[in-house]
């Protein structure tokens, strides 16, 4: 079944840029939306923004002047990358295949999460 | 301040049943849009539970049951036992913020 693996840095300095990378395996990239979730510690979860296999993407509107999302079919991985970041993008950060089309749908499945913490 | 709004914990006995409830607003689930629900075991990324309003993937057991009523929803858990003990979560799809939307999620104790 597809499986999905979020990395990169655990720590990123205040004003940087945040880069996570997700890599799905047991399936193919092509044919889904793709999504990244987010979960401040202690909070609950909110949607940052999905791309399409073929790149169109949608981004949360309160943080859309700082993420990127983009994917490499190739290498059947989908990237996220958040600007300016401060301590209140300190976050789990999830990615999950979804939803199912531009007017909703759910995510499934999701990888474990990583943890990136904003500070100096 | 969620778009969706879940009361923050509900309790219940081993055995009994509990429901969740979602309220939203006509720009979410009051517009006809789905309402899907994850479970979130301590430490562990959600996991799908109901998609479709009312629908288990598999491998879900029949004691988790969604309904979706005008602008809200409910996940109804039956047969409670001790690790149901998790936080719940219900989203939909918002036509105002053209985006998904999440409910700030309910914590449930099991007694």
């Known amino acids: 079944q597809v499986q999905l693996q979020e990395s990169g840095p655990g720590l990123v300095k205040p004003s940087e840029t945040l880069s996570l990378t997700c890599s799905v395996s047991?399936?193919?990239?092509?044919?889904?939306?793709w999504t990244w979730i987010r979960q401040p510690p202690g909070k609950g979860l909110e949607w940052v923004g999905y791309?399409?296999?073929?790149?169109?993407?949608n981004y949360n509107p309160s943080l859309k002047s700082r993420v990127t999302i983009s994917v490499d079919t190739s290498k059947n991985q989908f990237s996220l990358k958040l600007s300016s970041v401060t301590a209140a993008d300190t976050a789990v950060y999830y990615c999950?295949?979804?939803?199912?089309?531009?007017?909703?749908?759910?995510?499934?499945?999701w990888g474990q999460g990583a943890l990136v913490t904003v500070s100096s | 301040q969620s778009v969706l709004t879940q009361p923050p914990s509900v309790s219940g006995a081993p055995g009994q049943r509990v429901t969740i409830s979602c309220t939203g607003s006509s720009s979410n689930i009051g517009a006809g849009y789905d309402v899907h629900w994850y479970q979130q075991l301590p430490g562990t990324a959600p996991k799908l539970l109901i998609y479709?309003?009312?629908n288990r993937p598999s491998g879900v057991p029949d004691r988790f049951s969604g309904s979706k009523s005008g602008t809200s929803a409910s996940l109804a858990i039956t047969g409670l036992q001790a690790d149901d003990e998790a936080d719940y979560y219900c989203?939909?799809?918002?036509?105002?913020?053209?985006?998904?939307?999440f409910g700030g999620g309910t914590k449930l104790t099991v007694l």
């Open positions: 999950a295949r979804g939803p199912r089309s531009t007017v909703g749908g759910w995510f499934d499945p």
């Open positions: 989203q939909s799809y918002d036509s105002s913020l053209r985006g998904s939307v």
């Open positions: 791309i399409y296999y073929t790149g169109t993407t």
């Open positions: 479709g309003n009312s």
């Open positions: 047991g399936g193919s990239i092509s044919g889904y939306y």
